[in-house]
């Protein structure tokens, strides 16, 4: 690693490189330990070098977003993280193709569009997080997903050459992405607005963002969301953890949200490991009791093995 530090220090990028970031201050669960290797590269040539050298160093690398869905080990994250947050562009034609870059905060794409008097990406404001992660994640917000409204995504494949996919293409599913097979890195997605009344769009904007604000999302610190929905159930995970009382649970700093109980919130001072411990003890109870398998929704990045 200490190589890889040496090479990227000698790349002498225009964006930051950081060694030993801690990844609480990039998470919205405020947990993590520390990045080894922390870069932001500027553009994408400089994104292809960074690669690359990781590449020559049998580096893995991690590509962050806005840490909206993330549960990253107090240990850390070895090896290199890359914060795409300067892949920030918007351009909106006059025919509503919306191309945002991947690092673009999903409320700035949601307001662009909204002044250039578009409609379709208000449903996702007020969810936390960058385009690139809403792809990947195939985020899914009052009853719209992402890949109802995406015209196509350009991306580094693993070889690091620019390729173009249209949804069509990939495999796109309920909260599944055919990004997350793979360790390709999203640059810009182009998506298909439609033409309509700015007062309509902004009603819509700020209605689900008081829908959120009432069920206490912006409560505490969380990833939103800790399960996906199994249709196979029969009824939300939600539903499901308050079917057995839990809502309120505390492991250490971590606690089950009073207002939605699928929503974990640090109090302040949670580790991760404590909102790991909680995620654990749901899906126990939820099994134990009523045979059903939650399957978390937010990613688990580092070591978490001495937790089992
Ligand atoms: C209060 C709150 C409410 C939420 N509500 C919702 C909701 O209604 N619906 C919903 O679906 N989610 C919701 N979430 C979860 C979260 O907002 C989404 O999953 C969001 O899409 C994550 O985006 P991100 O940029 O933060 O991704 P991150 O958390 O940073 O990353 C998620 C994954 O995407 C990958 N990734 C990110 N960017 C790129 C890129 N450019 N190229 C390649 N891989 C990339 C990362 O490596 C990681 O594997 C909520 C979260 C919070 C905190």
Known sequence: MVNLRNILKKINIKGELLFNEP????????????????CVPADTRELIEVL??????????????GGANLLVSDKGIPGLVIDIKHFDGINIADDGRASFGSGLIVDSAAEAALEAGFSGFDSFYGMPGTVGGAVWMNARCYGRSISDILASVTYLNES??????????????????????GDSVILEAEFRLIKCSREIIRKEMDKNRSDREAKGHYAGPSAGSVFKNNRAFGKPSGAIIDSLNLRGTEIGGAKISDHHANIFINKGNATSADIYRLINFVQTKVRDELGFELEPEIRMVGDFSDLL
């Open 52 to 65: 690359e050298a990781a590449n020559r160093c049998a580096s893995d690398y991690f590509i962050l977003g």
């Open 160 to 181: 690091h050459s620019i390729r173009t996919m249209t949804p069509q293409e990939g495999d796109f599913d309920y909260k599944i992405s055919p990004f997350q097979n």
């Open 23 to 38: 990844m609480s201050g990039h998470t919205t669960y405020e947990t993590g330990g520390p990045a080894e290797i922390f």
